[in-house]
């Protein structure tokens, strides 16, 4: 029998309420979705573990087995052929030397000291929870991923912009932009009642700005910080409550001051929304400009 490894797991219901697991699994040439009757949501193999299954039902190409048909093996270590075949999130060497490169581009002390203190504490979460169920980072670990290649985006892009940025703000909201998904899902990427409730970009910016407010950081400060976050969807149909303020020509006394982006993909598309904060050098309460709405 052939030996697969599973890549991903979530559980299920059928209409008579008999429990039931479905599986990703791949083999290193070819992946296959099985769904496994009568196996409870607190039973049965997980995500890494090495699995056999014998008499394969398949029905109108969906393939499914009994508890039964299915032989749970050992979980995958490093020597095994088929270890890599699941994305592994990434070191803690390697995301504190991206903090420690970020922290370079950064002069306000206060802000400085929050981003270390959560992307110490963030490290161990994410890297044990899913970013999404399917559309990107859907495996455990994706979150720590995701959020460690935006910040990797940033580094390579604040030196070569050609107008001044604040980098703190920058790295607060990627750290904190999909935080609510530690909320929206369980670390076997099964979603739970905070998605429909609250939402994760609600979720993310409410733990922040009570972080900031808590350690004196200005009102204004905070505002800038949290419209990324807020906005970060981009447009209000993908989930964003408010737009995101964007100048597209630069004149007089506006600066760029605050750049992040979302990259999401699937099937059909593949989304790069990228946006900026400004503010006027003459003080830190000018208003926000009008938000840019699509185009």
């Not at 980072?137 to 959020?147: C, E, S």
Request: aromatic letters at 10%.
């Amino acid at each position: 029998m052939k030996e697969y490894i599973i890549l991903c797991r979530s559980n299920g219901t059928t209409r008579n309420n008999s429990p039931y697991i479905q599986l990703k699994v791949t083999d290193g040439e070819q992946m296959l979705n099985i769904s496994v009757w009568d196996v409870p949501a607190h039973e049965g193999p997980e995500v890494g573990q090495l699995v056999q299954f014998f008499n394969l039902k398949d029905y109108m190409g969906k393939k499914s087995c009994g508890r039964m048909e299915m032989l749970e093996g050992a979980m995958a270590d490093a020597d095994h052929p088929l270890y890599n075949q699941i994305t592994r999130p990434i070191t803690r060497d390697v995301w504190e030397g991206t903090i420690h490169s970020l922290l370079t581009f950064c002069n306000d002390d206060n802000l400085s000291a929050i981003i270390s203190e959560f992307a110490d504490k963030l490290y161990v979460p994410y890297s044990r929870y899913p970013a999404a169920t399917s559309v990107h980072h859907a495996y455990p670990g994706g979150l720590l991923n995701h959020t460690h290649q935006m910040l990797h985006m940033l580094q390579g892009l604040y030196p070569c912009l050609p107008y001044p940025i604040k980098a703190e703000r920058c790295i607060l909201a990627i750290l904190f932009h999909d935080y609510g998904k530690l909320f929206e899902y369980n670390a076997q990427g099964e979603t739970q009642p905070d998605m429909y409730l609250l939402g994760h970009i609600y979720i993310g910016a409410h733990k922040l700005q009570n972080e900031l407010e808590k350690r004196g950081v200005d009102a204004e400060e905070v505002k800038r910080i949290i419209h990324c976050i807020l906005s970060h969807h981009g447009q209000r149909e993908y989930g964003s409550p408010v737009l995101p303020c964007i100048q597209f020509y630069v004149g007089g006394k506006f600066r760029l001051v605050d750049f992040t982006g979302y990259c999401c993909g699937n099937n059909r598309r593949a989304v790069f929304v990228s946006h900026v904060v400004l503010y006027d050098e003459d003080g830190p309460n000018t208003p926000l400009l009008t938000p840019h709405d699509g185009g």
